[in-house]
């Protein structure tokens, strides 16, 4: 059971570049969520998604795109990267009656 | 809008101190509480949560009480060991949109366990 898997792991970008982060869930989940963390800001919400076929902005949407490709798939697209995004993602499913949020392990972005 | 604020860390304490992390709350409405914990490395993992006033979160030899008068959840653990040194979250979630449960975080406190 892998839970909630992310990749790639690490990516280095140029300003610029773009780039997809790929997410996936095998726990049946409806709700999936993007998250970036950044050193004493704790996780801010990029983009969630109640279920499939659809999306909504969260906190941070600004110069980054989301699709749901599938129930058990929730992609995070950079179409030029920005210093600025220079962050930790994270990935996280949750589904039935509980509150809880699955985390996937993060990918740790740098554009330079 | 919805906040929650951390104790500032470092934190650094030895190994069987007693740790208390503060953790309190800006909701319009009824929250449901949570602690993550972060290893070095890793992605967030559930520790434990409340869901209404005074109900008591456990797990691991943590617990947090849910306090509604304070608006407080505070971590607390009696006796701390060198694999508890993470990163620990606080959150809370309102009623969900549709089905999706938002998050809002705190930013974080670092713990380190000394040997």
């Known amino acids: 059971n892998a839970g909630v898997t992310q990749t790639p792991k690490f990516q280095v970008l140029k300003t610029g570049q773009s780039m997809t982060l790929q997410c996936a869930q095998d726990m049946n989940h409806n709700s999936m969520y993007w998250y970036r963390q950044d050193p004493g800001m704790g996780l801010r919400l990029i983009y969630y998604?109640?279920?499939?076929?659809?999306?909504d902005k969260g906190e941070v949407p600004n110069g980054y795109n989301v699709s749901r490709l599938n129930k058990r798939e929730f992609s995070l697209r950079l179409e030029s990267a920005a210093p600025s995004q220079t962050s930790v993602y994270f990935c996280?499913?949750?589904?039935?009656?509980?509150?809880?949020?699955?985390f996937g392990p993060g990918t740790r972005l740098t554009v330079l | 809008g919805n906040s929650v604020t951390q104790m500032e860390g470092p934190v650094t304490l030895s190994e069987e101190a007693f740790l208390t992390i503060n953790c309190t709350y800006t909701?319009?409405?009824?929250?449901?509480l949570f602690w993550y914990v972060q290893y070095p490395g890793e992605g967030l993992q559930l520790l434990l949560k409340a869901t209404k006033a005074d109900d008591k979160g456990s797990n691991k030899g943590f617990e947090a009480t849910y306090r509604k008068e304070t608006t407080s959840f505070h971590l607390e653990k009696g006796s701390v060991q060198v694999s508890d040194s993470a990163v620990y979250f606080c959150?809370?979630?309102?009623?969900?949109?549709?089905?999706?449960?938002?998050?809002?975080f705190g930013s974080g406190t670092q713990l380190t366990v000394l040997p």
């Open positions: 909701a319009t409405g009824y929250p449901s």
């Open positions: 959150a809370l979630t309102l009623n969900p949109s549709g089905s999706a449960r938002q998050l809002t």
């Open positions: 998604s109640a279920s499939e076929g659809t999306t």
């Open positions: 996280a499913s949750s589904g039935g009656r509980t509150d809880t949020q699955y």
